[in-house]
């Protein structure tokens, strides 16, 4: 019985320095050991880790004297010195083996502060360059259009109205500010449906992908007409004419006939109009902007009974910079 004790003594160290050296394991890493840690968030301050492996240290200490004065007392073993060292030398190896941990520990720690500062850094160098490529592409895809020459209004043909009502499709047509779609299609009769076709070149950058209109503003004496989108995704169709080789945008608008705003019999004499639009490369640049066209001599042609503009000045101003945007991005 001695002898199990005596060994029990002997090893009672050896036993403390591994349970304990798995207890501050745990307490450094938080973790249990044998399943994958979780993402951690190091609450604990490096000061209190220190404590805690102090205060390891001493329960260690404590427990390793407390056996050696037990087996002094009983008398179990009379070699003191040895006793001594035995002891010194177990607290030793307890001491650099938590050293060791709480180092580890630190190193992690900083290496994935580095880890993260390099992450944000190289995140941030991605994202820059990416908008460098992206404004490189855009300066180099752009278009730009000057509405030239004249702007030609007239009734819009009796089957493209039929397929207005039959496909309930109205992408092609702004309506006068107020007006509901819904009305148009209950009560046909009480509006009126008119196409404008306006000429265009392009005086800078590459070939036009799409046109669309988000705003036109007639002004007739002091009467001013505003027509506006009535679906999403509204654009014109973009003809070319043959006779003058140049590309044309054509778009309908919606009034009610009893406004005043047409007429087919005589010309109203519009002093200007306002044309608010977003014109569309063939690879995706967009330019916004705002052209002014002036008229002068407004007449009406015996032939086609078109009402023909001619425009004497026009004033173009740009919203913002190019940009890429979707075809079904809306134009501001």
């Not at 001594?84 to 180092?103: D, G, M, N, R, W």
């Not at 752009?142 to 007239?154: G, K, P």
């Amino acid at each position: 019985m001695f002898t199990k004790l005596t060994l029990f003594i002997d090893f009672f160290p050896l036993y403390g320095i591994i349970y304990l050296s798995l207890a501050a394991i745990k307490i450094t890493y938080g973790k249990k050991m044998g399943k994958r840690p979780k993402k951690r968030k190091f609450i604990i301050s490096k000061l209190h880790n220190i404590k805690t492996l102090i205060v390891a240290w001493s329960v260690v200490l404590g427990i390793m004297i407390l056996a050696f004065i037990i087996g002094r007392v009983s008398g179990l073993d009379g070699n003191f010195a040895f006793r001594i060292v035995e002891l010194i030398a177990t607290l030793a190896a307890f001491v650099v083996q938590s050293i060791f941990s709480f180092s580890v520990l630190r190193y992690n720690e900083d290496l994935r502060s580095l880890n993260n500062e390099i992450k944000k850094t190289s995140d941030e160098s991605n994202m820059r360059a990416e908008e460098f490529r992206i404004l490189q592409f855009v300066a180099s895809n752009y278009t730009v259009v000057d509405f030239v020459d004249h702007i030609l209004l007239y009734e819009e043909r009796p089957n493209y109205v039929d397929n207005l009502f039959a496909l309930k499709d109205a992408r092609l047509y702004l309506t006068k500010q107020g007006i509901e779609l819904s009305n148009v299609y209950e009560k046909p009769d009480d509006y009126g449906f008119v196409s404008v076709r306006l000429p265009f070149n392009v005086v800078e950058g590459k070939s036009v992908g799409d046109i669309s209109f988000s705003r036109f503003e007639f002004t007739v004496g002091q009467s001013l007409y505003n027509f506006v989108p009535c679906v999403e995704g509204s654009h014109s169709l973009i003809l070319h004419n043959e006779t003058d080789d140049r590309e044309e945008a054509v778009v309908n608008l919606i009034f009610n006939k009893d406004d005043g705003f047409f007429s087919p019999k005589e010309v109203i004499p519009f002093s200007n109009i306002r044309i608010y639009f977003m014109v569309r490369s063939l690879l995706g640049v967009a330019v916004t902007g705002r052209v002014e066209l002036y008229f002068t001599n407004p007449l009406k042609l015996e032939k086609t009974g078109e009402n023909k503009y001619t425009i004497n000045s026009s004033l173009f101003e740009a919203s913002g910079i190019p940009t890429l945007k979707q075809y079904n991005e809306k134009s501001n």
